[in-house]
Structures are given as C-alpha cells and as structure tokens.
C-alpha cells in the first residue's frame, strides 16, 4: 500500500512514524513534509493547501490512501476535491470540518443539541460585541471564529482587557478573516483534558486521553502557542467523566452532525474542562491535536491503517482500539521568542541519540535539511517524547532527553506535566 500524509509538523511526524509500523504499508510520501519525517517517508514539494496538486500526484503515483494531518486543508475542502477524483483520503470533508473552521457553528451546534459547553454570544459587529461587553462578568473569554494556529483566543480579565481584544480579533485583524465573527464566552474554571476520537459517521471510538499546555512560559504564563507540550492519560480523565463525556457529549455530536447533514468521518479532537458542574466542551478540532498526536499515538497498539481505512468504510464497530497501559510526556523545544519572533536556521546537534532508544521519540515540527544539516525551521522546532510505567516516569524520561538536542535559542517549558504530582 502507498499511503500520503498532508503536513509538515509534529503531527504529522507522529502519523508519518505511526504509518510506518504498519505491515501493510510499502511506501510513504509527505507533503510537504520536513526533515525528520524524511526519516520514513518521500518529502514531496507540495503545499498543503494545493488540492489540485497534490490530487494530481495522488493520481500519478497510484497512491492507496491519503491521510490529512492539519486543520488548513481540511476546512478548506481537500477531501471534497480528492473525492471527486475518486481517491481514498481520510478526513472530514468541507461541510463536517466546519466543526472546528467555525467556532460559531460549534457553539450554536452544542446549543441546539444540548451538548454541555459555556454560555456565549456571537458577534460581527465589533460596537455590539463592546456594548455586550460593557455588562459582562470577568473573567471573560473571547474567540476568533476562524482558525488561528491555536493562538485565537483571548482570556480577559478587565472590561479595558476585553474591548482592546475586540480591537485586536476584530477591527485589526490580528488573525486575518478568522477574526470576521467572533464568540465571546463565559470563563471557564476546571482541569483541561484533551480526548481524540476515530469517527466513522455514526460510531466514534475515543483514544487514550492528553493534557496540552498552551501557555508559552511557565506556570501557564505568557501567549498561547500551538502547544508547548503535552502529556498521556490524565489523571483527572477518571472512568465517571469517560462515561459522562460518552453519554453526553461524544456520541451527541457525532449524532448531531449526521441530523444536520454533516456527516463526520475522521478524527474529532474534544477539548473538555472538568469544571464543578461536569465536563464541558471547550472546543472541537477536526483532526489529530499536536502535539497530543505526539504523546497518543506512540501508546497506541491497534494498526493506524486499519482503524483508518474502517473509519472511511463506516466499519468502526469491528474495530478493537487498544492503548498500551503506561504514560507518555512530550515536551516541546521551541525556539526564544516563539510565538512572536524568533530566529531561525540554527544547526541541531544530537538527534542521533534517538535512533535506538526504546521509547524516546524527537518529532520534528519545525526543521529542514541546508547544507547537508538539519536547522530550526520554525517557532515549535521538536517535540521530544518519552514514554514510563506512570506519568512521573515518563515526565523525568522526557525532561532527561530534552537534554540530548541542542541548538542555539533553544527553549522549553519546565513544568510540562507538574499536574501530574497533584493528582
């Protein structure tokens, strides 16, 4: 089988290194890829959001199955359009990738069906959003509707906070055209967790449950990011919210974008907040959270390709998905600066370290190959990921082999995981 993965993060690495394990796979190509993922794949000059192109190539190298790691293409319509050209791609297509291209759509969504999530309101006028802003309780969260690299949203403590956040998403455009509609919603207190899921339409079938840190600095200080790390199961995911959390907000959503016409085969990332009065959805993505790929997928034991391959045929039910009993912990080496400028193209010394080590992983986000040598190519440059019979473990494996990569503005969170040791 000849598998090609859209992407060049990360994600993507983790999907690219899974794919690998498959027996049934013979061949891999990534695009656009980047240096690490040439590891296992054919890195292709073709850019995500190039759905002509890359169909065409799909087409010209008989390719068997294209999985699509980021948000981009999805949102704008890749599978529609490999569809139509009678390829097998994996994901949701235009119309059930709305789910996270429009915040709108999924608070109004969550709304009509009951699916526990804050109180909001949407706007797209910026002097509406002030005037509801003038009468309401702080904390408050707003959101740019659109999608903005996991970097759209704003956390407002003071009246003052919050207009010069309208200012920002909607009349300047910080994050271009996400910021046309925005959401403004109530705060939310509680623990984060992050629940992948596999979805065939009507079946969802959930991963092994993620925490992320989205906060660029330590103790949760700073700008949200992409993710500056991640780690594998919450301890606060117990067996009582699992079995609320499928009761009430899983399989109702799935339910739900099938009554609306928007039948969702894919991934659908939940992001929940355990607060005092149950979970509560945070916010959906339409594909594999990164870096929570990087922590799930190297605990996962079922073969990607077939759990994959059931979600396109609406099989899922046949699907026996099984996680290994231990932890993971990914700490992400980002580059001084990250997420507002920084420099790049700095040699990294030491990823040879991770070649034979059982259990540590280094999935490149941001890095290509000049001169003959890897260099940083990017805000988030690796995502080092070790594995431990508990979290604590895993977490001290993780940190130890942060050590082994070096490259100039190399930086990194401290505190990936510390909620593990109050749990």
């Keep these: 089988?000849?598998?090609?993965?859209?992407?060049?993060?990360?994600?993507?690495?983790?999907?690219?290194?899974?794919?690998?394990?498959?027996?049934?796979?013979?061949?891999i190509y990534c695009a656009p890829g980047n240096?690490?993922?040439?590891?296992?794949?054919?890195?292709?000059?073709?850019?995500?959001?190039?759905?002509?192109?890359?169909?065409?190539?799909?087409?010209?190298?008989?390719?068997?199955?294209t999985i699509v790691g980021m948000d981009d293409p999805l949102v704008g319509g890749i599978v529609d359009v490999f569809e139509?050209?009678?390829?097998?791609?994996f994901g949701p297509r235009k119309n059930a990738a709305i789910l996270e291209g429009s915040k709108a759509f999924s608070k109004d969504l969550m709304k009509k069906y009951n699916i526990p999530t804050?109180?909001?309101?949407?706007?797209?006028?910026?002097?509406?959003?002030?005037?509801?802003l003038e009468k309401a309780k702080f904390p408050i969260v707003l959101k740019a509707d659109g999608l903005a690299l996991g970097?759209?949203?704003?956390?407002?403590?003071?009246?003052?906070?919050a207009k010069d956040g309208v200012r920002s998403i909607m009349m300047d455009k910080q994050f271009g055209t996400a910021g046309n509609c925005m959401v403004i919603e109530e705060f939310m207190t509680g623990r984060e967790v992050s629940v992948l899921s596999f979805v065939d339409g009507k079946t969802v079938k959930t991963m092994t449950s993620a925490q992320d840190h989205k906060r660029a600095k330590d103790g949760d200080k700073g700008l949200n990011t992409g993710g500056m790390g991640t780690f594998s199961p919450s301890p606060f995911y117990t067996k009582e919210v699992e079995a609320f959390c499928e009761k009430h907000i899983f399989q109702p959503t799935v339910d739900a974008m099938r009554a609306e016409g928007r039948e969702f085969k894919g991934i659908i990332f939940f992001g929940l907040m355990l607060t005092e009065d149950g979970p509560k959805v945070l916010e959906y993505n339409a594909r594999f959270g990164d870096p929570e790929a990087q922590v799930v997928l190297p605990?996962?034991?079922?073969?990607?390709?077939?759990?994959?391959e059931a979600c396109i045929d609406g099989t899922l039910d046949e699907v026996n998905l099984e996680f290994e009993d231990n932890a993971a912990v990914c700490v992400v080496l980002a580059s001084d600066g990250y997420p507002v400028k920084y420099e790049k193209g700095y040699p990294i010394e030491g990823l040879e370290k991770f070649k034979d080590q059982d259990g540590y992983y280094c999935f490149h986000?941001?890095?290509?190959?000049q001169d003959g040598k890897i260099v940083t190519?990017?805000?988030?440059?690796?995502?080092?990921?070790?594995?431990?019979?508990?979290?604590?473990?895993?977490?001290?494996?993780?940190?130890?082999?942060?050590?082994?990569?070096q490259f100039a503005n190399k930086y990194k969170r401290n505190d990936i995981g510390k909620a593990i040791d109050e749990a």
């Design 151 to 161: 970097k759209g949203v704003l956390i407002c403590n003071t009246l003052e906070e």
């Design 35 to 65: 240096a690490g993922i040439a590891e296992y794949a054919a890195c292709v000059d073709i850019a995500a959001m190039e759905f002509e192109k890359l169909a065409a190539f799909a087409k010209e190298e008989n390719i068997d199955l």
């Design 377 to 405: 190519n990017g805000g988030r440059v690796l995502g080092i990921t070790a594995k431990g019979a508990d979290l604590k473990e895993a977490r001290k494996n993780a940190y130890a082999a942060t050590e082994w990569v």
């Design 84 to 89: 139509r050209e009678g390829l097998r791609i």
């Design 1 to 27: 089988m000849k598998v090609l993965i859209v992407g060049s993060g990360g994600r993507e690495h983790a999907i690219a290194w899974s794919v690998a394990k498959s027996e049934k796979v013979d061949k």
């Design 365 to 369: 986000a941001g890095t290509k190959f």
């Design 299 to 308: 605990r996962m034991k079922t073969d990607i390709i077939d759990v994959v």
């Design 118 to 132: 804050a109180g909001y309101e949407n706007f797209t006028d910026a002097d509406a959003a002030m005037a509801y």
